[in-house]
Nanobody, 124 residues
């Protein structure tokens, strides 16, 4: 599967952005999908993940209550709605796909396919 992330940009603290990841191929619903981010000088970190059906969600503690992950299997997309953004949310955001069913994992090594990333900058 090929992944294409979009929707990044510059936003003021407290604002919102919606990221979208479009996947190619007819088997999108077979993948657990995740979002990760990498800030300058830091390691890539988990943000959120969603099960194949969309019924199971997993969030990093740092984004709980502010970010919402969702997917549309008919459109082959997974979105990340980001509200109440903080300067520390500034990072390149990546979407990823995991072929292994029944886990909604938070480790980057669990994911098999990665998009190219989209930059989110939150100004104070």
């Amino acid at each position: 599967v090929q992944l294409q992330a979009s929707g990044g940009g510059l936003v003021q603290a407290g604002g919102s952005l919606r990221l979208s990841c479009a996947a190619s191929g007819p088997t999108f619903s077979n993948y657990v999908m995740g979002w990760f981010r990498q800030a300058p000088g830091k390691e890539r970190e988990f943000v959120a993940a969603i099960s194949r059906s969309g019924n199971s969600l997993n969030y990093a503690d740092s984004v709980k209550g502010r970010f919402t992950i969702s997917r549309d299997n008919a459109k082959n997309t997974v979105d990340l709605q980001m509200n109440s953004l903080k300067p520390e949310d500034t990072a390149v955001y990546y979407c990823a796909a995991d072929r292994t069913p029944f886990r909604v994992g938070g480790r980057s090594d669990q994911y098999d396919y990665w998009g190219q990333g989209t930059l989110v900058t939150v100004s104070s």
